[in-house]
């Protein structure tokens, strides 16, 4: 069958769709590019918002409509368990996100309707790997077990679970035999890593970071991410990794959430402002560029003017390379769900869009910083805005363009940076021998 998968949502929405695209070509379907030619379309949904839940469920009205088998999977289906049939009469299949692995089977049986909810892990859906490219995400940790009042990936991704790191590091020395250069380690807070529960035989040392070292040992494997974390695993050893190891990026995303000490607390995310900021402070102390990127929300319930004052201000002693601000939604069945949402519409509005500036002003500076630096980037094809440029990331995950060499896509190459702006670092390469 020809199909199509459509992903909604954040990197482990990504992955889970690699893996169900891989296992459905390995059972003999044919993926294709443009959604007229499919027969079947998956649409994999989010529902940390929900704006976000609304696109995914239209899509698949759509869908529906234009008579394609019409699947649904990810965290919108566990959300809504059987509502989604009310919400999506026609919808032929729903699966909840740790039970993707049952789709193709579900696509080689055809009794429709269907609706799979399971909890238990489906081996074979984390292993599967597309056979091309030169960048991988590798699932680590599944589910989260943080509770933050806001969040709804508890209930819709499960308890938390560390896959063996025999498993992993076999998972990586496979895909590095196929040509995988990066690898971007994946789990809701990943620095929980081995917590929950045993991943090594022994408990000599920190989980994560012996995780990192033993991935960094696999020939051909040159660049080592993760997303995301969180202040409280930003240990010591974890620093002396990042200090240490030339492969693992000097890149973190660590959501912040709020620069107010009373809505951190609200939220339950287990660090005061200054915690926050001394653990960003053991990282850029050894690298002034180590990049650091974040998530907030604006419009928590309660957030006054002055709760704001908070975040944008420690926005800017972080100093933040890049950040995502979302506005508040309520998520039911959330703790903060129970709160009165009272900050407005159009106030939530004002408060992203002054973030928004600010960001552009700091992530600029930052930027210019660099400028007269050379940076190492992994070349990832022709610049989408001028084909005439190459494209690629540096360690810190910043976008780096310049004017084309020879590169080929997956090289690493030395780029002189010569101007920057807000998102992106303007450079050329510099001529092999001149270093
Ligand atoms: N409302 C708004 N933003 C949210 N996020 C998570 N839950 C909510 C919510 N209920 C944001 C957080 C998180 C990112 C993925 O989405 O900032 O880090
Ligand atoms: Fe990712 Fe959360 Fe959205 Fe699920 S709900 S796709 S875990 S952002």
Redesign the pocket.
């Known amino acids: 069958m020809k199909f199509l998968v459509h992903t ?3 990197q ?2 990504v992955r889970d769709s690699e893996a169900v695209e891989a296992m459905l070509v390995a059972a003999g379907h044919e993926k294709v590019e443009n959604e007229q030619d499919a027969e079947l379309v998956i649409v994999n949904s ?3 918002r929900q704006k ?1 839940e609304e696109k995914a469920i239209g899509k698949a009205g759509n869908l529906i409509a234009a008579k394609k088998v019409t699947g649904l999977m ?2 919108a289906v566990k959300r809504l368990g059987a509502d989604v049939f009310k919400k999506l009469p026609h919808l032929d299949f729903a699966v909840a ?1 740790r039970s993707a692995g049952l789709i193709p089977r579900i696509v080689a049986e055809g009794r429709y309707p269907r609706l799979e909810l399971g909890d238990d892990l489906i081996p074979e859906a984390l292993a599967a790997h597309s056979a091309s490219g030169f960048q991988a995400f590798v699932t680590v940790l599944l589910g989260c077990d943080n509770r933050c009042s806001y969040c ?2 508890p209930d ?2 499960g308890h938390e679970y560390s896959r063996p790191a025999a498993e992993v590091i076999a998972e990586v020395e496979a895909l590095a035999r196929r040509g995988v250069k990066e690898v971007c380690l994946l789990g ?1 807070s990943v620095l929980r890593y081995g917590v929950r529960n045993p991943v090594w035989p022994d408990a000599k040392g920190e989980a994560f970071p012996r995780l990192l070292r033993a991935l960094a040992k696999i020939d051909g494997i040159e660049r080592i991410r993760f997303t995301s974390a969180h202040p409280k695993g930003c240990t010591d050893e974890l620093v002396e990794v990042f200090r240490t190891e030339p492969k693992v990026c000097r890149h973190l995303h660590l959501p912040v959430q709020s620069g107010s000490d009373r809505i951190l607390a609200e939220m339950g995310r287990h660090y005061t402002r200054a915690e926050y900021l001394a653990a960003i402070r053991k990282l850029r102390d050894f690298d002034p560029a180590f990049a650091i990127t974040t998530d907030v929300i604006v419009g928590y319930p309660g957030e006054t003017e002055e709760d704001f004052e908070a975040t944008r201000s420690l926005m800017d002693e972080a100093g933040f390379d890049n950040s995502f601000i979302f506005k508040y939604s309520p998520r039911p069945g959330t703790r903060s769900a129970l709160l009165v949402d009272d900050v407005s519409v159009e106030e939530k509005e004002r408060r992203n869009q002054v973030l928004l500036a600010d960001q552009q002003r700091r992530g600029l500076e930052r930027n210019l910083r660099l400028v007269g630096t050379v940076r190492e980037v992994l070349v990832e094809g022709p610049s989408k805005r001028n084909p005439e440029r190459l494209g690629g990331r540096d360690g810190g995950n910043r976008i780096v363009v310049w004017d084309a060499s020879d590169a080929p896509i997956g090289s690493k190459v030395s780029i002189l940076v010569t101007d920057a702006h807000a998102q992106i670092l303007v450079g050329e390469a510099k001529v092999l021998g001149g270093k």
Do not use: S
Request: with cysteine; hydrophobic share 35%.
């Open positions: 909604y949502g954040c482990m929405n989010c529902t940390v976000a990810g965290c996100p709804i990936v819709v991704r809701q």
